[in-house]
């Protein structure tokens, strides 16, 4: 399905309601020219006081983070591969144009538009090798316009992921480092905060919940439970997504980790984890 409506239903719905259509003209008027102002002063904007909700995706390593991000944007744009796949902040910029063919530009950086997953895909690559040598991570944003004819407008934010244990090359203080980014980004008060965590594991074992509350983000948090075809029953899957947990006696949610977040926890199952059988 797209997420853009009809253009015929469209143009009804402006002439039945041209208050809201005007609010929407306005607002993605507001996010074109903020983003003008984002190319021009980079991260001074910031300083400015000038800021839009984003929102942020934070979650332990292979925790299916981004295959939620190439979900939303309807490619795979990003590489997989074993260890830290994402070293950088990268900022999806998503804006609706008329083109049917998705088309992303990297920001400040030089090339051609990307029309094809494997180029923005190599791109990414040759961006992490240049800024981390794949031993690092950079807090260094990198700013993907994604423009196609059927996307919300919107920005998100991919982190990279919590680190377990380092690998033998890795920078010393890299589970730090990563750490600290995603808090700065948590603690962003404009920063809608997408935890995502696999659902076969425990809640209380999924470090990303606990950040949240520390930084007392529950209000401004969706939990997102990624795998959750691979579930059993003492991961309580069920009462986390119905709501049920949220009406239990504190020591329940505290045995399993259950932190209640005001806009709840919803499902999915990561195409990493389909199986031919299910």
Do not use: Y
């Given at each position: 399905a797209n997420w853009q409506?009809?253009?015929?239903?469209?143009?009804?719905?402006s002439k039945l309601f041209p208050f809201a259509s005007?609010?929407?003209?306005?607002?993605?008027d507001?996010?074109?020219?903020?983003?003008?102002l984002r190319q021009v002063y980079g991260k001074d904007l910031d300083g400015m006081g000038i800021h839009l909700p984003m929102i942020v995706a934070v979650g332990k390593e292979s925790s299916g983070k981004s295959s939620v991000m190439e979900m939303i944007a309807g490619q795979p744009f990003f590489p997989r591969d074993e260890g830290v796949c994402t070293r950088l902040p990268f900022r999806l910029q998503f804006r609706c144009a008329p083109q049917e063919t998705p088309r992303v530009t990297f920001q400040d950086l030089p090339g051609q538009p990307c029309t094809k997953p494997e180029q923005v895909q190599q791109r990414i690559l040759d961006v992490t090798k240049q800024r981390t040598n794949n031993e690092?991570?950079?807090?260094?944003?990198?700013?993907?316009?994604?423009e196609n004819c059927d996307v919300p407008e919107l920005t998100l934010v991919d982190l990279p992921g919590l680190i377990g244990s380092q690998f033998e090359g890795e920078k010393r203080g890299l589970k730090q480092?990563?750490?600290?980014?995603?808090k700065k980004y948590i603690n962003q008060p404009?920063?809608?905060?997408?935890?995502?965590?696999?659902?076969?594991?425990?809640?209380?074992?999924?470090?990303?919940?606990?950040?949240?509350?520390?930084?007392?983000?529950?209000?401004?948090?969706?939990?997102?439970?990624t795998k959750c075809d691979l579930a059993n029953e003492r991961n309580r899957l069920e009462d986390i997504l119905n709501g049920k947990l949220s009406e239990a006696d504190r020591k329940d949610q505290e045995r399993i980790g259950y932190i209640h977040l005001k806009r709840g926890y919803y499902g999915m199952i990561c195409r990493d984890t389909l199986r031919e059988d299910r």
């Open positions: 409506a009809d253009p015929a239903s469209s143009a009804g719905n005007g609010m929407k003209k306005g607002f993605e507001l996010i074109r020219c903020v983003d003008r690092d991570v950079s807090s260094d944003e990198v700013v993907l316009n994604i480092k990563v750490l600290d980014l995603v404009h920063a809608i905060v997408l935890a995502v965590a696999p659902a076969n594991v425990r809640l209380r074992d999924n470090d990303i919940l606990g950040m949240v509350k520390e930084a007392g983000a529950e209000d401004r948090t969706i939990g997102l439970l």
